[in-house]
């Protein structure tokens, strides 16, 4: 490696980045590095960054990377907020050196591509089953060694933590959206491109960048029928939010100027204007949308060379689906799947494609989209999250974190190019983290899901509003309590009510107690979150109790007890939280808690019987496998059970002798 010219003095990029602040703070962190339990000396892991040879130094024969590795990224993100200024505010001069890190990580990536392998660390796991009282409840370890994707996903969220919003810079447009655009009704250039892209913006659900875009094409072109189109279109409902009656007056305005611009002679663009015409008709908002997916499905039938056209009807149909109503479901289904046999790397039609499968309850049909669908368009951040709703219903839980955490990144790079950063964030940021950090706890990734909650705090901070940072910031106190006790131990108070945050505190701090073996303090922690004022037909609140009272009974040896709680969690999680997949609202399926203190009985049948059911909707989790592994050993089923250990082995992130009955 140390002969690769991409890492040579010589080169431009070497000369820039040791220009820029970032380097720095990756440097710094390099000479600096502990291992991941904080017992090594310090030491340098590379060389420098001129030659790379201290990463195959390092490197095992097992083509497996030390987590020394790991910690230069995350480190180095922790570093950067000293740095750089705090996220969402102004950024100049900065912009191009994140954009030359960026380009820098990602190039440095494809070189540790040759060097790190995509396998998980296997270590030998120990039997389980006797009912007996522990004195801690052990924590979940990180693995001594991991894999590129997590460095991939750990610079994404570095980098996006450089990323910051330049005041009074315009939009641009940018590579990397994917596909969108038909042919208008215009001989500007520019009207085209900026429609064009307005089309690509909203299948990449950058709601407001799209309106911003097809204003400029209106404006380049003020005779434009389908500029003006396109403005009433982005204005509208989309398949996650509705509009109000203000804004539907707003674009009923765009479309009956569209109107007033049409020929006699565009029969395609005249039926697609008074479609949307009647979508806005005087009235509430969202009533006609069933009848404005099937005028546009009748128009993609009447244009069947005009992809783009099915794509739009396909999202115009599934938006009533939303709210329950799928009569448009299998209709867009058919719509999408003959587009994709024909243009497979469609991005927007992968994007509903992924939508409309999860709906229609086959989501891994969509897996060969979903594989491909972030490279096709790696500056959509929405397009690069979205194969992790594929990913998670196929118990690929790693790769649905890493998507995520480079959504983030491409989020970052898109403030950075002057697109909407919102507030505090970009529309869909917290949905990213929170399904993220959900997708590393499951797979066990240690060090990505305490990055998730550490830029969490950086993006929503304790001086923010309680109802802004709930839902994101609650999310990542699960991976706080199982491993970082220290820190859940720390989690203040929120200076607002908010449920979600007391709740989720509590928790934490309760399953971080029960790491030293404070039984009393978990109990009081699980009796506290019952004091917690909620809304009427919260279930989270109940499930949080409960799994943290059978945690307790575990740690103590009742697993009878334990059973009881699980079990009323795990019901609770399983009727009313059974369509929560958006990422699911409580954390992992706790029939698996179910499982494993049938497994701490001695019952390996009902263990097995409970592991299989618990894998039945959350297909391949690893701990799951590790109940179900020991169970079926537990009745003499040696290769059957060993084969499901090893399966586990292979899926689990962390150090799996870490992995203990009492924990899962």
């Given at each position: 490696?140390?002969?690769?010219?991409?890492?040579?003095?010589?080169?431009?990029?070497?000369?820039?980045?040791?220009?820029?602040?970032?380097?720095?703070?990756?440097?710094?962190?390099?000479?600096?590095?502990?291992?991941?339990?904080?017992?090594?000396?310090?030491?340098?892991?590379?060389?420098?960054?001129?030659?790379?040879?201290?990463?195959?130094?390092?490197?095992?024969?097992?083509?497996?990377?030390?987590?020394?590795?790991?910690?230069?990224?995350?480190?180095?993100?922790?570093?950067?907020?000293?740095?750089?200024?705090?996220?969402?505010?102004?950024?100049?001069?900065?912009?191009?050196?994140?954009?030359?890190?960026f380009r820098f990580a990602i190039g440095s990536w494809r070189v540790l591509k040759r060097v790190v392998g995509a396998s998980a660390v296997l270590f030998a796991a120990c039997a389980t089953g006797s009912v007996t009282p522990a004195t801690t409840l052990p924590s979940l370890k990180a693995s001594a060694v991991s894999?590129?994707?997590?460095?991939?996903?750990?610079?994404?969220?570095?980098?996006?933590?450089?990323?910051?919003?330049?005041?009074?810079?315009?939009?641009?447009?940018?590579?990397?959206?994917?596909?969108?655009?038909?042919?208008?009704?215009?001989?500007?250039?520019?009207?085209?491109?900026?429609?064009?892209y307005g089309l690509q913006l909203s299948h990449s659900f950058y709601h407001e960048d799209a309106k911003r875009a097809m204003k400029a094409a209106a404006e380049a072109d003020p005779t434009c029928a389908m500029c003006a189109w396109g403005e009433a279109w982005t204005l509208g409902p989309t398949l996650n939010y509705q509009i109000d009656e203000?804004?539907?007056?707003?674009?009923?305005?765009?479309?009956?100027?569209a109107r007033t611009l049409v020929t006699p002679a565009d029969a395609r663009g005249l039926a697609l204007i008074e479609a949307i015409q009647a979508r806005?008709?005087?009235?509430?908002?969202?009533?006609?949308?069933?009848?404005?997916?099937?005028a546009m499905l009748a128009i993609a039938h009447a244009q069947p060379d005009e992809a783009e056209i099915a794509v739009l009807?396909?999202?115009?149909?599934?938006?009533?689906?939303?709210?329950?109503?799928?009569?448009?479901?299998?209709?867009?289904?058919?719509?999408?799947?003959?587009?994709?046999?024909?243009?497979?790397?469609?991005?927007?039609?992968?994007?509903?494609?992924?939508?409309?499968?999860?709906?229609?309850?086959?989501?891994?049909?969509?897996?060969?989209?979903?594989?491909r669908l972030g490279e096709l368009a790696p500056g959509a951040s929405h397009l690069v999250h979205m194969p992790a709703h594929t990913f998670f219903h196929a118990g690929r839980y790693q790769e649905a974190a890493v998507v995520n955490a480079e959504a983030i990144g491409a989020d970052g790079a898109w403030i950075a190019a002057g697109g909407d950063g919102g507030a505090p964030a970009p529309m869909y940021y917290a949905h990213n983290l929170a399904f993220g950090v959900t997708a590393a706890?499951?797979?066990?990734?240690?060090?990505?899901?305490?990055?998730?909650?550490?830029?969490?705090?950086?993006?929503?901070?304790?001086?923010?509003?309680?109802?802004?940072r709930g839902y994101p910031v609650s999310r990542t106190y699960a991976a706080l309590g199982r491993y970082a006790p220290d820190k859940a131990m720390t989690i203040?108070?929120?200076?607002?009510?908010?449920?979600?945050?007391?709740?989720?505190?509590?928790?934490?701090?309760?399953?971080?107690?029960?790491?030293?073996?404070?039984?009393?303090?978990?109990?009081?922690?699980?009796?506290?979150?019952?004091?917690?004022?909620?809304?009427?037909?919260?279930?989270?609140?109940?499930?949080?109790?409960?799994?943290?009272?059978?945690?307790?009974?575990?740690?103590?040896?009742?697993?009878?007890?334990?059973?009881?709680?699980?079990?009323?969690?795990?019901?609770?999680?399983?009727?009313?939280?059974?369509?929560?997949?958006?990422?699911?609202?409580?954390?992992?399926?706790?029939?698996?808690?179910?499982?494993?203190?049938?497994l701490k009985a001695g019952d390996f049948v009902r263990a097995e019987m409970e592991a299989k059911v618990s894998l039945s909707a959350w297909k391949h989790d690893p701990l799951a496998l590790w109940v179900l592994g020991k169970a079926q050993i537990g009745q003499g089923r040696m290769a059957e059970g060993g084969a499901r250990l090893d399966e586990a082995r292979r899926l689990w992130r962390g150090d799996f002798d870490s992995i203990s009955v009492e924990a899962i």
């Open positions: 490696m140390g002969s690769d010219r991409r890492w040579s003095h010589g080169t431009q990029r070497q000369a820039a980045l040791r220009a820029s602040p970032l380097k720095n703070g990756f440097k710094r962190f390099v000479e600096n590095a502990r291992d991941a339990e904080g017992g090594m000396e310090r030491r340098r892991v590379f060389s420098g960054l001129d030659g790379g040879d201290g990463l195959a130094r390092h490197a095992d024969p097992g083509r497996k990377i030390d987590l020394r590795v790991f910690g230069i990224l995350a480190a180095a993100a922790a570093d950067l907020p000293a740095r750089l200024p705090a996220f969402g505010e102004g950024r100049s001069s900065r912009v191009s050196e994140t954009a030359l890190a894999v590129e994707d997590t460095i991939r996903a750990l610079a994404a969220m570095c980098l996006a933590e450089g990323s910051k919003t330049p005041k009074g810079q315009t939009l641009t447009r940018e590579p990397g959206m994917g596909t969108g655009g038909f042919k208008i009704d215009s001989a500007s250039a520019d009207a085209q491109s900026w429609f064009d203000a804004e539907r007056v707003a674009a009923r305005a765009a479309a009956d100027r806005y008709a005087e009235g509430k908002p969202g009533v006609s949308e069933p009848a404005f997916g099937k009807a396909s999202h115009a149909l599934l938006i009533p689906v939303r709210a329950d109503n799928e009569q448009g479901l299998k209709p867009a289904l058919a719509l999408l799947e003959s587009v994709l046999a024909k243009l497979p790397n469609d991005t927007g039609a992968i994007h509903y494609y992924i939508h409309a499968t999860e709906f229609d309850g086959r989501a891994e049909d969509a897996i060969a989209f979903a594989d706890l499951m797979s066990g990734d240690r060090e990505l899901a305490l990055k998730y909650a550490s830029h969490a705090q950086l993006v929503w901070p304790e001086t923010m509003p309680a109802d802004r203040p108070e929120a200076k607002e009510a908010n449920y979600r945050l007391s709740v989720y505190r509590h928790y934490a701090r309760g399953e971080a107690m029960l790491t030293s073996g404070d039984v009393a303090g978990a109990r009081a922690e699980a009796r506290a979150i019952g004091g917690v004022k909620h809304p009427a037909g919260e279930s989270e609140p109940m499930i949080a109790r409960n799994v943290l009272e059978g945690r307790i009974a575990m740690l103590e040896g009742n697993a009878a007890k334990a059973t009881r709680r699980f079990l009323a969690a795990a019901n609770e999680q399983e009727t009313k939280l059974a369509d929560s997949w958006d990422p699911p609202l409580w954390w992992y399926p706790v029939r698996r808690s179910v499982a494993a203190a049938h």
